[in-house]
C-alpha cells in the first residue's frame, strides 16, 4: 500500500533527525518511500522547507536539507535558510 503524504513527511523528518551527519542531499530521502519518484520527494522535501519543519542548506556548490535545531546545535549558529 502507497504511503501518504503525510506518512513519507513523517519519514523525511525522522531519517534527517536520526541521520549521523546533519545535512542530507535530496537523494538521501529517496528510500523514505522507494514507490514515489525523485521529483516527488524533492516537492515534499520543499513543503516541509515551507513548513518550517527542514531548511535548506548551501555548502557553497550543493544545496542540502537538514532540520533547523541540529544545525544549529552541530555549527554552534544558525544555518542559512
Not at 8 to 32: G, H, R, W
Given at each position: 500500500m502507497a504511503?501518504?503524504?503525510?506518512?513519507?513527511?513523517?519519514?523525511?523528518?525522522?531519517?534527517?533527525?536520526?541521520?549521523?551527519?546533519?545535512?542530507?542531499?535530496?537523494?538521501?530521502?529517496?528510500?523514505?518511500?522507494?514507490?514515489?519518484?525523485?521529483?516527488?520527494i524533492k516537492k515534499i522535501a520543499n513543503a516541509l522547507v515551507t513548513k518550517g519543519k527542514l531548511m535548506f542548506w548551501s555548502s557553497g556548490s550543493t544545496t542540502m536539507y537538514a532540520i533547523p535545531a541540529r544545525i544549529k546545535n552541530e555549527e554552534g549558529k544558525e544555518g542559512v535558510n
Open positions: 504511503m501518504t503524504v503525510e506518512e513519507v513527511e513523517a519519514a523525511i523528518i525522522e531519517k534527517a533527525t536520526k541521520s549521523p551527519k546533519p545535512q542530507l542531499y535530496v537523494s538521501d530521502f529517496y528510500a523514505c518511500d522507494p514507490e514515489r519518484g525523485p521529483r516527488d
